[in-house]
């Protein structure tokens, strides 16, 4: 991880990730001020974080989905781990692909794709992502209520994805669909993030 340079990018990730070049450091520093205060140097004397300290985690990757996202309020319990920003949104991007695949080779985009995230949590992560880069629309579907309130909070307080995702309470929970969808709804695509079912 090192300031300004963008040259080398991490080639493991999605061609679309926009989490493949190397850090700026600085910029995400002006996204969340609270990140300066975290940067260490690494054995290659290079600006990073400590990776096994979860608050630097976290506001390393607040500042990442302020920064390349436009999500200004990431709060969320501290007793959730913190998920890592490039791997979800590579994950995304691939379900995109597979979306594309079926629809002649284009990546479909816009609010009528809606995707069903199941086990949303509460960093609300997949959605945001989906949201962002494809304008898709969510729904997200938890059997924590403190998972699903705090979801709704970042939904609320982030402009870019006010009223794009819809959270849904599931009250039992070895049910996974069922109460969750009903008739009416159209589902594009379902995703979810074990470890459960
Ligand atoms: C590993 S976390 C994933 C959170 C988030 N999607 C992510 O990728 O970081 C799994 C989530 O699934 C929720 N969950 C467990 N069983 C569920 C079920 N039957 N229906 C919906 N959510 C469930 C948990 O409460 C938890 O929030």
Redesign the pocket.
């Known amino acids: 991880m090192s300031s300004g340079n963008h040259k080398h990018e991490k080639s493991r990730l999605h061609s679309r990730n926009k989490n493949r070049e190397k850090y700026d450091i600085g910029a995400l520093i002006i996204s969340n001020p609270k990140l300066k205060d975290h940067i260490i140097h690494n054995r290659s004397k290079e600006k990073s974080i400590d990776f096994s300290n979860p608050l630097s985690v976290k506001i390393l990757n607040q500042a990442l989905l302020n920064h390349y996202y436009g999500i200004k309020n990431w709060e969320f319990p501290d007793e959730n781990l913190c998920?890592p920003i490039p791997g979800?949104a590579d994950y995304i991007h691939h379900i995109a692909d597979l979306l594309g695949e079926n629809n002649l080779g284009t990546i479909p985009t816009g609010d009528k794709i809606i995707c069903l995230?199941?086990?949303?949590?509460?960093?609300c992560?997949?959605p945001i992502i989906g949201v962002t880069e494809y304008d898709w629309r969510f729904i997200g579907?938890?059997?924590?209520p403190k998972?699903i309130a705090s979801a709704q909070n970042i939904i609320d307080s982030n402009s870019a994805i006010k009223n794009k995702i819809e959270c849904r309470l599931?009250k039992k929970?070895?049910?996974?669909l069922h109460s969750i969808i009903s008739k009416k709804d159209k589902i594009d695509l379902i995703i979810c993030?074990?470890?459960?079912?």
């Open positions: 998920p979800r995230d199941i086990g949303i949590g509460a960093s992560i997949y579907s938890d059997i924590d998972a599931q929970s070895k049910d996974v993030n074990p470890p459960f079912h």
